[in-house]
């Protein structure tokens, strides 16, 4: 195993959020929503421009509270904005933990906004335990299809045809599976071109050489990932359900089989699922 070496502010901030969420998960596969809440600070949206980005928020199902933070850049002009790009955004948290509000994927998403000029759509989907498989996956899907079927009406100021998918941890699996789903359809507006995936949460039964290498690395570690897997997953489901071993199991979706888009895929040198990241994306670029 080896030793990860940080700056001490991060190792610092690195180790609280590791304390928090393991105080706010339980051995009985549940979540202490009411702790979590806690330390979970939340934002709200501001048409007026914030470090050159407005927000808005709209809801797509009141009864699943399934809504999207859609952030603006306000540095371009009326012609430029209709040539920006959309980025659909899954924020990360193990299925388990976090929202489109939080401040820490607020921040996130503003900065991606600004500095990409892009628009971004940041979806709130249900979570894990309370909602399991396959609810993350079919909540992606309906905001993909909510933006398709009503992007005139939403006034988004951008080109749907320069439309990303992307999403960091749970959030890079979901925009996986989400991509998957949209390459099987036709929609009028959107044009899906890309699939950014951040370090994202896959995984199987097989113990790789990573996993015993960083099983102890910052915010994840093995027992970490066997917990979320657990209390995500169908029950009596193991790691190889397809959802985590996306592409190595009899039962994983063959893509060569939909229209899936160009794939850039980010990995952390700690990140003790990188080979499972790897595996999965062959043939993309990884960073």
Same mark, same amino acid.
């Given at each position: 195993?080896?030793?990860?070496?940080?700056?001490?502010?991060?190792?610092?901030?690195?180790?609280?959020?590791?304390?928090?969420?393991?105080?706010?998960?339980?051995?009985?596969?549940?979540?202490?929503?009411?702790?979590?809440?806690?330390?979970?600070?939340?934002?709200?949206?501001?048409?007026?421009?914030?470090?050159?980005?407005?927000?808005?928020?709209?809801?797509?199902?009141?009864?699943?509270?399934?809504?999207?933070?859609?952030?603006?850049?306000?540095?371009?002009?009326?012609?430029?904005?209709?040539?920006?790009?959309?980025? @659909?955004?899954?924020?990360?948290?193990?299925?388990?933990?976090?929202?489109?509000?939080?401040?820490?994927?607020?921040?996130?998403?503003?900065?991606?906004?600004?500095?990409?000029?892009?628009? @971004?759509?940041?979806?709130?989907?249900?979570?894990?335990?309370?909602?399991?498989?396959?609810?993350?996956?079919?909540?992606?899907?309906?905001?993909?299809?909510?933006?398709?079927?009503?992007?005139?009406?939403?006034?988004?100021?951008?080109?749907?045809?320069?439309?990303?998918?992307?999403?960091?941890?749970?959030?890079?699996?979901?925009?996986?599976?989400?991509?998957?789903?949209?390459?099987?359809?036709?929609?009028?507006?959107?044009?899906?071109?890309?699939?950014?995936?951040?370090?994202?949460?896959?995984?199987?039964?097989?113990?790789?050489?990573?996993?015993?290498?960083?099983?102890?690395?910052?915010?994840?570690?093995?027992?970490?990932?066997?917990?979320?897997?657990?209390?995500?997953?169908?029950?009596?489901?193991?790691?190889?359900?397809?959802?985590?071993?996306?592409?190595?199991?009899?039962?994983?979706?063959? @893509?060569?089989?939909?229209?899936?888009?160009?794939?850039?895929?980010?990995?952390?040198?700690?990140?003790?699922?990188?080979?499972?990241?790897?595996?999965?994306?062959?043939?993309?670029?990884?960073?």
């Amino acid at each position: 195993m080896s030793s990860v070496k940080l700056p001490l502010k991060l190792h610092l901030l690195f180790s609280l959020d590791y304390f928090l969420t393991k105080a706010c998960r339980r051995s009985n596969g549940t979540v202490n929503r009411r702790l979590h809440n806690l330390f979970d600070l939340k934002t709200s949206p501001s048409k007026t421009p914030r470090k050159g980005v407005s927000i808005s928020d709209t809801i797509i199902n009141s009864s699943t509270n399934l809504w999207f933070r859609l952030y603006t850049p306000h540095s371009t002009n009326n012609e430029e904005k209709r040539n920006l790009p959309i980025i @659909i955004y899954f924020h990360g948290g193990g299925f388990a933990f976090f929202s489109a509000s939080s401040i820490v994927y607020d921040i996130w998403c503003r900065r991606l906004s600004n500095e990409l000029q892009a628009v @971004i759509v940041s979806v709130n989907y249900r979570l894990a335990p309370e909602h399991k498989f396959p609810s993350q996956y079919e909540d992606g899907f309906e905001a993909l299809k909510f933006l398709d079927e009503n992007f005139d009406r939403l006034s988004i100021n951008a080109n749907p045809g320069l439309c990303f998918l992307a999403g960091d941890s749970a959030g890079g699996n979901l925009a996986h599976h989400v991509s998957v789903k949209a390459g099987e359809l036709t929609f009028s507006k959107l044009k899906i071109i890309g699939l950014i995936a951040i370090q994202p949460f896959f995984g199987g039964e097989e113990r790789t050489e990573a996993d015993f290498l960083h099983s102890k690395a910052p915010i994840m570690t093995l027992h970490f990932t066997d917990w979320y897997w657990k209390m995500f997953l169908p029950d009596g489901s193991d790691r190889d359900h397809p959802a985590a071993n996306v592409f190595g199991h009899k039962s994983s979706t063959d @893509i060569s089989q939909v229209e899936f888009p160009e794939t850039l895929l980010l990995m952390g040198g700690f990140d003790m699922l990188k080979n499972w990241q790897r595996r999965s994306f062959q043939d993309t670029l990884c960073l």
